[in-house]
């Protein structure tokens, strides 16, 4: 059995909740921030590294340009308990959103280029990918001088 009921509303109440409404709306409209058109967030993919050339346009994310061909490819096991350096080297790559704990005792391939647009330094610079399963696990960029460098894929993310 169905029921139906119907409410009579009057003038005043209908008029009194419309503009409630509209006021409610305005409100909203008021308080929803605006962005600009070149505000566009940019977020880092860091998954389905195939190739080459997926690995140059991970690295093209971070403002760098790199020789095609990596100047060196080794696969390289992550120990399975860190030192003092790799729990820095692990805090560098924790202020850059990554972590190498999940990959103790595994096995990654490290895959180095050669940056050739480094401002404001004359000696060669090469950003280290550290790759698993086709997806960026960490890395660095560093200079080869001894007296050098190292800092995350962005300059402003660096060691402890």
């Known amino acids: ?6 409410f009579r509303m009057s003038t005043v109440k209908f008029i009194c909740v419309a503009a409630l409404s509209v006021a409610v709306l305005l409100a ?6 605006t962005y600009d ?19 140059v346009a991970f690295i093209s994310q971070f403002g760098w340009s790199v020789e095609e061909t990596p100047v060196d490819e080794k696969d390289v096991t ?8 790799y729990e ?29 647009n480094y401002p404001e330094y004359d000696g060669d610079v ?24 190292v800092h995350g894929f962005s300059r402003d993310v660096t060691l402890p």
Do not use: W
């Not at 505000?39 to 590294?49: H, M």
């Not at 990654?108 to 280029?113: A, D, G, M, S």
């Not at 790759?131 to 460098?149: L, M, Q, T």
């Open 1 to 6: 059995m169905m029921f139906v009921y119907s």
């Open 28 to 33: 909203l409209v008021a308080f929803v921030p």
């Open 37 to 55: 058109a070149d505000e566009s967030a940019s977020t880092i993919s860091y998954a389905k590294i195939y190739s080459s050339a997926d690995r």
């Open 78 to 85: 992550i120990p399975a308990s860190f030192d003092k350096i």
């Open 88 to 116: 820095n080297y692990n805090q560098l790559q924790k202020n850059q959103g990554l972590s190498l704990n999940k990959y103790k005792g595994k096995e990654v391939t490290r895959y180095t280029y050669k940056i050739t």
């Open 126 to 149: 090469y950003i280290n990918l550290l790759v698993f399963k086709n997806k960026v696990i960490g890395g660095d960029v560093c200079s080869a001088d001894s007296s050098g460098f």
